[in-house]
């Protein structure tokens, strides 16, 4: 007689299979960053874990800014702009490739990490996943990304309770093109140092001035 078989039932390819997600939001995949010429703004973003967020606090974000300043300045990694909101922020910065990339990233996270914790004293991980970078590889692309960076408050509708018309929480102060406002000094540290650097990289200066200065009031779209 033929002998019966017994066939499992569990294993193998099927619907909802394997570990199960932790995180609610699509993390940030683990691909092998594109190079970098030297020349190509970068648009980063940094999203904290939910147990830190509120970030548009006065001390919170003065321990921010202060991080900053420390680690905006660097050589071969520049940041130039920025934007905080409530559990995340926005850099535009310019790296001379992608490992002064990664050496700048991990250095801010690192400086404004220490900072946050110290500020409610805890200890841990400050921010929830690897970093998200979009190349800005053209004069229309910085300046979109400009406008969504130091106008993103717009979107989150965080401008409703202020009677100004740029972000307190970000390095609008600094910016120089806008379109409907006289230019200001730049704002500074408690230490006295500018919490950001001047550009260089030929489309971050002028590239994207052709296409017109910013708008105060213009509402970025796409996703955050």
Request: proline letters at 4%; aromatic letters at 10%; charged letters at 30%.
């Amino acid at each position: 007689m033929q002998g019966v078989f017994a066939f499992r039932t569990w294993g193998g390819k099927r619907k909802n299979a394997g570990r199960k997600r932790v995180a609610e939001r699509r993390r940030v995949a683990h691909r092998t960053r594109g190079r970098l010429d030297g020349r190509t703004p970068v648009h980063v973003t940094l999203r904290v874990r939910p147990e830190v967020a509120r970030l548009r606090r006065r001390d919170q974000y003065r321990a921010i800014k202060q991080a900053f300043a420390r680690t905006a300045h660097k050589a071969d990694f520049r940041i130039c702009h920025y934007s905080v909101q409530s559990n995340h922020l926005h850099l535009i910065c310019e790296p001379r490739d992608v490992n002064a990339m990664t050496r700048g990233i991990i250095g801010f996270k690192a400086s404004c990490a220490r900072r946050l914790n110290a500020l409610v004293g805890r200890k841990g991980g400050v921010f929830e996943d690897r970093y998200h970078a979009r190349y800005l590889t053209s004069p229309i692309e910085v300046r979109r990304a400009l406008c969504y960076v130091l106008n993103n408050w717009r979107r989150h509708r965080e401008d409703w309770r202020w009677r100004r018309a740029t972000d307190p929480f970000s390095s609008a102060e600094c910016f120089d093109g806008w379109a409907d406002r006289r230019d200001r000094p730049p704002h500074r540290s408690e230490a006295g140092v500018v919490p950001v650097a001047a550009a260089t990289f030929w489309l971050l200066t002028t590239g994207w001035r052709h296409h017109g200065p910013i708008g105060c009031h213009e509402v970025p779209g796409g996703a955050s």
